[in-house]
T-cell receptor
Framework: GQQVMQIPQYQHVQEGEDFTTYCNSSTTLSNIQWYKQRPGGHPVFLIQLVKSGEVKKQKRLTFQFGEAKKNSSLHITATQTTDVGTYFCAGFRDDKIIFGKGTRLHILP | KAGVTQTPRYLIKTRGQQVTLSCSPISGHRSVSWYQQTPGQGLQFLFEYFSETQRNKGNFPGRFSGRQFSNSRSEMNVSTLELGDSALYLC?????????????FGSGTQLSVL
């Protein structure tokens, strides 16, 4: 069946270092969304990517959607303690949503 | 505007029992979707309702069911609970539909099955 693989599962970085998480789908997606879930919290929408090769930026966060619409990445520049949490991608296809298992980001002060 | 409200926040049940969870979407949102979140499987889609009709369904057994009322509030029911049903159950709402719009999640119901 349709799968969305997300790596890495965990990432520890020193505050100020960069961070990247990747999502790869076994099938072409209609669009992909990214969510952040703080410890003990609920997922909060970050961005949606729809077009092939699309790149969007939100301050220190850069989101990319691959040319084949099968992969996506989230890059955080110069991480801060407020970036702690789990980042999920959510791929949409044929009215179905498949979440990646998330990347849990730990920031070392 | 009030956010998505889920009740109860915590539930403890025993195997074989049934449970009903409630979700009130953001005012004006007509789409409500439900998800199961576990450490092992992550977030998994259960089903989506729009204008009282189930439009999409994930790969969960028939023990998991839901409904939506005319005011867009939704309930999810799990019958004959199993230990593996212990999870955080999240609902999300969106304005028109599912897919092209961002999802607003509630805080979830933490279900423990003993």
């Amino acid at each position: 069946g349709q799968q969305v693989m997300q790596i890495p599962q965990y990432q520890h970085v020193q505050e100020g270092e960069d961070f990247t998480t990747y999502c790869n789908s076994s099938t072409t997606l209609s669009n992909i969304q990214w969510y952040k879930q703080r410890p003990g919290g609920h997922p909060v929408f970050l961005i949606q990517l729809v077009k092939s090769g699309e790149v969007k930026k939100q301050k220190r966060l850069t989101f990319q959607f691959g040319e084949a619409k099968k992969n996506s990445s989230l890059h955080i520049t110069a991480t801060q303690t407020t970036d702690v949490g789990t980042y999920f991608c959510a791929g949409f296809r044929d009215d179905k949503i498949i979440f990646g298992k998330g990347t849990r980001l730990h920031i070392l002060p | 505007k009030a956010g998505v409200t889920q009740t109860p926040r915590y539930l403890i049940k025993t195997r074989g029992q049934q449970v009903t969870l409630s979700c009130s979407p953001i005012s004006g949102h007509r789409s409500v979707s439900w998800y199961q979140q576990t450490p092992g499987q992550g977030l998994q889609f259960l089903f989506e309702y729009f204008s009282e009709t189930q439009r999409n369904k994930g790969n969960f057994p028939g023990r998991f069911s839901g409904r939506q009322f005319s005011n867009s509030r939704s309930e999810m029911n799990v019958s004959t609970l199993e230990l593996g049903d212990s999870a955080l159950y999240l609902c999300a709402s969106s304005l028109h539909g599912f897919g092209p719009e961002k999802l607003f999640f509630g805080s979830g119901t933490q279900l423990s099955v003993l």
